[in-house]
Nanobody, 122 residues
Framework: QVQLAESGGGLVQAGGSLRLSCAAS????????MAWFRQAPGKGHECLAGTGLSGETTDYADSVKGRFTIARDSAKNTVYLQMNSLRPEDTAVYYC???????????????WGQGTRVTVSS
């Protein structure tokens, strides 16, 4: 089973940018579809972005479309979430997730990271 570790969270002003990283160990990310989720205070998990096994296909939630980008670096066994034009409502704990298919990773992923906190100030 792949182990995931997120990093890159922090405090940023509205309008700013952050890049989150999700480093994998134990298995290659090339065997997995990947997704980024977030959980805001008092809310459930929201799937933000997903990418298939090859990384050639991506899709996004309407709430982040045009602002966030998911990307793989196979050489580093890492998936990224580039977040631009951040808003206070983007404040949440962000998680990466992995599973064997795009459908599974976006609905009920088997593997989760520990999360990284993002706070956007107004």
């Amino acid at each position: 089973q792949v182990q995931l570790a997120e990093s890159g969270g922090g405090l940023v002003q509205a309008g700013g940018s952050l890049r989150l990283s999700c480093a994998a160990s134990g298995r290659t990310l090339g065997d997995h579809a990947m997704a980024w989720f977030r959980q805001a205070p008092g809310k459930g998990h929201e799937c933000l972005a997903g990418t298939g096994l090859s990384g050639e296909t991506t899709d996004y939630a309407d709430s982040v479309k045009g602002r966030f980008t998911i990307a793989r670096d196979s050489a580093k066994n890492t998936v990224y979430l580039q977040m631009n034009s951040l808003r206070p409502e983007d404040t949440a704990v962000y998680y990466c997730a992995a599973d064997v298919t795009t459908l599974k990773v976006k609905t009920s992923p088997r593997c989760w990271g520990q999360g990284t906190r993002v706070t956007v100030s107004s």
